[in-house]
């Protein structure tokens, strides 16, 4: 097999960003003669622009040449009208990204494009390859060299590489990857949609006139007025050509392994997820949680914008008017200026603030959708006690968050998990809250209507749907790698 692969990128790797926890990456992809793609991929990204705010990147093909721009910040940062005007062809794919493997680097901005002996490929990756170091290795020692610190390089060296037709090459290819991916692929003649064995992260394709899309959630196809047609399931692979669409199992399923958090958080409202509209299911959520966790106040307020739902779903149930005491600054955090440290201890404030006529000498219910290291959740409250609250109950629409994620989301380790270190009461008083509840496993399930089975949980319960290295490190490929002599 060739050697002579080469990762095209416009920058090498160079400094470290620190990350947060709870983003996921977004993908897009389009296929339609005729129309600008490069602009219906902008406004695709622009879409799925929450899963992702480290960079964002185009690739497009005219049929015979790839051409690619990639950056840090958020799309509408990365992409003035004299890019678009330079990615010219009739196929495309997008990507937003969420450091999940390498750091926030402009070489591990995505599309990663490798020029392999049978042609460019160029790929758009959602998810984390629990093997890529032994991956990683194993092309080292085949005498290749790396680019990015990413495991999106990774599957598109080992496709690039491949021989025989594309169905061939994803068939021998997808099997040696473990974990989630949901992929788009861009070869000159071709746009190619990939969903991992457990279906873990959402991947799903549209009708946009004779042309298609393919896209991480469905309200990226509603922006550009295009219409559902299905998901991607399981280990499928559709090829779309100058043919039409070609799905063909590439991959045996495995069993299904959805995030539940999706439901829970990643996704927009908007979006539909297995069929069912999200804004529902997370005011069904709060509705639960009122039931598993009543309390007699004054007022309900959610924490925006994930928590909006889950708050409005909680006040019906339980009867308590809802209000809204915070409001969000929604572009802080998403600056590459960093604080100094006096702004640094006062962060929480950058980014919300309360109202002191909703809050002033009222008994609050503070929802929220997950409490994950704990550093965040006492800020709020202090801040609400500040405003005037005289009492503050939280309650949270996830299950306590016990394990790391593996699978696509930085989430934190094992040791940074305060859930995983302390119990229910414990918690309580390290956020400073007169009472607080979890919503539970059973009463997640119920929001949802979906049985146990269809998902992955084991942020919540350590039972994952398939064997991780548990000392996975995001930044492992930091390390330079020596290549064979």
């Known amino acids: 097999m060739a050697l002579d692969m080469e990762t095209r990128h416009p920058a090498a790797c160079g400094g470290l ?17 005729g129309e600008d793609v490069a602009r219906l991929t902008f406004y695709g990204l622009y879409a799925l622009q929450h899963r992702g705010q480290e960079s964002a990147g185009i690739a497009t093909s005219d049929g015979a040449v790839i051409n690619l721009r990639t950056g840090l910040g958020l799309v509408s940062q990365v992409f003035e009208e004299s890019d678009l005007e ?19 680097r402009i070489c591990n901005a995505q599309p990663i494009l490798v020029e392999g002996s049978g042609g460019p490929v160029a790929i758009a990756h959602n998810g984390n390859l629990v093997n890529a ?8 020692d085949d005498g290749l060299q790396f680019q990015t610190s990413t495991d ?6 080992l496709l690039a590489r491949a021989e025989g037709t594309w169905e061939d090459r994803l068939r021998r290819v997808l099997p040696q990857l473990h974990g989630a991916f949901s992929l788009v692929i861009l070869t000159p003649g071709a746009l190619t949609a990939v969903r991992d064995p457990l279906g873990v992260r959402p991947l799903c394709i549209g009708r946009l006139g004779p042309g298609w899309v393919v896209a991480s959630e469905t309200c990226a196809l509603d922006h550009l007025g295009a219409s559902l047609v299905r ?23 495995i069993r299904d392994a959805f995030c ?31 039931r598993e966790h009543p309390v007699d106040a004054d007022v309900v307020i ?26 969000k600054n929604r572009y802080v955090g998403r600056t590459f200026i960093q604080p100094d440290q006096r702004l640094r201890e006062r962060g929480v404030n950058l980014k919300f603030n309360p109202l002191p006529q909703v809050l002033r000498d009222k008994r609050v219910v503070v929802v929220d959708d997950s409490i994950v290291r704990g550093t965040t959740t006492p800020r709020v409250v202090q801040m609400l006690r500040r405003a005037g609250a005289r009492e503050i109950h939280m309650r949270v629409c996830a299950p306590p968050i016990v ?30 809250a007169n009472s607080l509840g979890f919503l539970s496993i059973e009463g997640l399930l119920l929001a949802v209507g979906r049985p146990r089975a269809r998902f992955c949980m084991a942020c919540f319960t350590g039972d994952y749907p398939i064997p991780v290295q548990l000392q996975l490190d995001k930044l492992a490929f930091e390390r330079p790698v020596p290549s064979a002599v």
């Open 86 to 104: 330079q990615l010219p062809g009739h196929i495309a794919i997008g990507h937003t990204r969420y450091s999940t493997t390498g750091s926030n």
């Open 403 to 432: 394990s790391p994620c593996y699978f696509g989301v930085d989430m934190a380790t094992k040791g940074e998990l305060i859930a995983a270190q302390r119990d229910v009461e414990q918690i309580r008083e390290h956020i400073g």
């Open 260 to 290: 539940i958090f999706e439901h829970i958080y990643f996704a927009r409202p908007d979006s539909v997820v297995g069929g069912q509209l999200l804004q529902p299911v997370r005011m069904a959520m709060g509705a639960e949680l009122a």
């Open 133 to 140: 170091e032994a991956l990683r290795q194993r092309l080292a």
């Open 17 to 33: 960003n620190a990350g947060g926890p709870r983003e996921a990456c977004g993908v897009f992809g389009v296929y339609a003669p």
């Open 152 to 157: 999106t390089e990774l599957i598109t060296m």
């Open 302 to 327: 959610g924490v925006p914008d994930s928590a909006t739902a889950a708050g409005i779903g909680y006040a019906l149930e339980s009867g308590i008017p809802y209000g809204e005491g915070l409001i």
């Open 231 to 253: 998901e991607v399931e399981p280990g499928e692979a559709v090829i779309i050509d100058r043919s039409g669409m070609r799905p063909f199992q590439a991959v045996p399923k």
